[in-house]
């Protein structure tokens, strides 16, 4: 089971039939996702296939570390076909979180 954790904390895990893997990253479902941890950052970045970004901070104990985590909340359309699963609100995290 995927699970993407920060210095021993989890931040997220699924199955990995709930998963999706793009570019390089595991995607995480929406529900997998431990909220409490995560608040939104105000980073912009539009992928030119995926479509515009909301990034996240993630807390680590007392320290909030900016932009740990990424998601596209209304990727275009067309991504979903080259991806082969609407992936909208699934989280994905940087190389500092691991995910195993």
């Known amino acids: 089971m995927p699970t993407a954790t920060l ?6 895990e699924a199955p990995e039939s709930e998963v999706v893997h ?20 105000p980073t912009p970045y539009t992928c030119p296939w995926k479509g515009e970004a909301q990034y996240w901070s993630v807390r680590d ?9 990424w998601s596209y909340p209304h990727p275009y359309p067309s991504a979903f076909d080259r991806v082969g699963k ?3 609100g699934y989280v994905a995290f940087s190389p500092d979180v691991e995910v195993r």
């Open 86 to 88: 609407d992936f909208s």
């Open 22 to 41: 793009i570019e390089g990253n595991v995607y995480f479902p929406p529900s997998s996702i431990r909220t409490e941890l995560f608040e939104t950052s």
């Open 7 to 12: 210095n021993g904390t989890v931040l997220a």
């Open 61 to 69: 104990g007392d320290e909030l570390r900016k932009d740990e985590a």
